[in-house]
């Protein structure tokens, strides 16, 4: 008999066994001790990897539906004690997010290794855990604002079955090879025995590998369809009323022409959308079609309103430059950034809803579930307050809201803020608090006025006895930056050239020529906003209402 030939037929091999039938011991034997512990730990491991694979591929095209790995995830942020989010910043700050998915995966593949060494002696029992982590998965999709209880069930059961499938297979390898024999025979003899179904260590290693290999390949793929902003298409297609952003562009023009917006390593006076500091809790970015896309008005309003994405692109628009900071920037940081928003005033909308006496909150969520709120006074009062649907002239980006989200000159963006604005409720403000404030986080949310050094950086080698550039932007939004300055060491504060103002919502750029003499130098900014206040050199941190103190830099000039 062909024996290779036969091997090939059943998926058999001979791997471990010599081939004449005499034993061989096996280092790492599948068939007892650390050895089939170790392959069911793997069997278990790789069984979950295939059953949240699929999850991931079904989430890829079952659209906006959350994949079971994400929804879970989410679950976490939503229902963890504001210290367990604080810790994850802490340890992995803006990295927060994939360190958390990173978790659940890790998590998923201990409690599946688990499930393995179980499943060798009481499969039933493996595929109860099985069961009870799909059914975990079920709950986290239809609980998610983006998912179904429809997709958590097919999603849920193919995973499950995937899972408990794959694990099946493999442990009946484990099994098999782990048989015992009448005679207490190594499993090299079993594997001789032509009544048992055998398997040796190399072909459960192929097909472990070959499972895992599958499902890596299946996550990358479901990344990469995500990854694709499905939306970007209909985003394409959108045309935007740009008659109405002319002038502000060409007074944007102008403005970087100027000597200050020049300054080599200042940041622009208006940033690029891709440039644009990203703040958000959505693991994967909401793809909102715009097609079938609505903005509801209601709460404490006389009619409620609900308008489609068309009629908000033909309704008036407002084009402004607003800076927009997040709380959470520190002193010297990046989440700020200044950009030309087009959108619908939000008065205008709220004024055809009509909002009723005693309505002092303006609370928002998005398609994704996240809320915010502001005082109702905060849009009366004169400032820039849009539903934007637009930035530096584009249709929003994505990651930026589209189709809709609101712009608040003045209020820092996780009071105010909310991309991929769903509807906007009038309550009042003890009715309601938006997603941060039971997370640790003040109730009201000024930005307060702040300035930052772009260049030299922080620790930077400087010439000495040649003029540099001491440069960088300061803002205030709604009320507007009338003075920045700058203080060499202990000397004098000095005043630096402000760039062009593009209004009161814009920061502005600033610069200060200065030659420095040889030796370490420090740098402090201060700005002092149109309300006369100059920013406090008392630092606090970010938590609960926005960071302060003056931005401060070293540098060595020789
Ligand atoms: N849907 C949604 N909108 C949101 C947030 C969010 O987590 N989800 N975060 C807010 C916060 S905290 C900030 S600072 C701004 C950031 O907007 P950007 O990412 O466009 O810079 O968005 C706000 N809008
Ligand atoms: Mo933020």
Redo the contacts with the bound molecule.
Sequence with gaps: MNNNHSENMTGQDRDGASPAGTARPEPWSLSSGPGSIVAAAVAGIVATGAALASGELIAAFWSPNPSPVIAVANRVVDEAPAWFVEFGKSIFGLADKPALVAGTVVFSGLFGALLGVVGRRRMALAVAGFVAFGLLGLVAIAADAQGSAAAGIVMASLAVAVGVGVLWTLLSMVRAAALPTATGETDATVLEDPRQPAYSRRSFIGWAGGVGAASALGVVAARSIQARDSVNEARASVELDTAAAESVTSAVTEAEAGPVASTPGITPLVVPNDD???????LVK?QVDPESWTLTIKGMVDNELTINYDELLDRASTVAPVT?????NEVGGG?V?NAVWQGVPLVDLLDEAGVQEGATQIAS??????S?GFPTEAAYDGRTALVAVA?NGEPLPV???FPA??VVAGL???V??????KEIELTTLEAFDG??IPRGWSKDGPIKTQSRIDTPDNGERVTAGQQLAVAGVAWAPDTGVDRVEVQIDDGEWQEATLGESLGVDAWRQWLLAWKPTPGRHTIRVRATDSSGYTQTSETAPPAPDGATGWHTIDVEAA
Excluded: E, N, Q
Aim: some cysteine; aromatic content about 20%; hydrophobic content about 40%.
């Design positions: 644009f500091y990203l703040i958000d809790t959505a909401p927009l900071s997040c709380v959470s989440l950034g969520r998005s398609v994704d579930g996240w915010c930035m990651r930026h809201g989200r609101l820092y963006g996780y105010s803020a909310t991309k991929w604005l997603y941060w």
